[in-house]
């Protein structure tokens, strides 16, 4: 089935409420997050995947928004940085976030959040080269990178709060 180029339906299922979008295929998921779910913790920056800003989860894995359509994520779960806490509890990479101040503008950090999440489920957080090495593709530009290596370290070693 053909569908495009105007509007069609989208069905999304975000931070697990589903969602039903008049959207135009080629719409990006970090657009429709944004613009049409209003949902703007996501970030768009670079706009072209190369910074990171846009991190999300498409089925628990992590993927830059701004380069995903949203209509190729129908069927699966997109987890933004509204949906990583437990209501008022803070998921612990946040709270670790906080704790080590590992953000000065804090515009890069959802997607800095969202990777260093998916990072440790996928046990890539052995040492700081390893921690460097595949929080690569999220870049900040006021290089908190020192206090965002302590605040994955924290998490990954189970620690909170110092």
Known sequence: MVRGPGDVEVWLSVNGAAHRLAIEPRVSLLDALRDRLELTGTKKGCNQGACGACTVWVDGERVLSCLTLAIACERREVRTIEGLADGQTLHPMQAAFIARDAFQCGY???????????????????????????????????????????????????KTGD
């Open 108 to 158: 890069c950090t959802p997607g800095q959040i969202m990777s260093a999440v998916a990072l440790l489920k996928e046990g890539h957080a052995k040492d700081d080269s390893d921690i460097r090495e595949w929080m690569s593709g999220n870049l900040c530009r006021c290089a908190a990178y020192p206090h965002i290596r302590s605040a994955i370290r924290d998490v990954r070693d189970g």
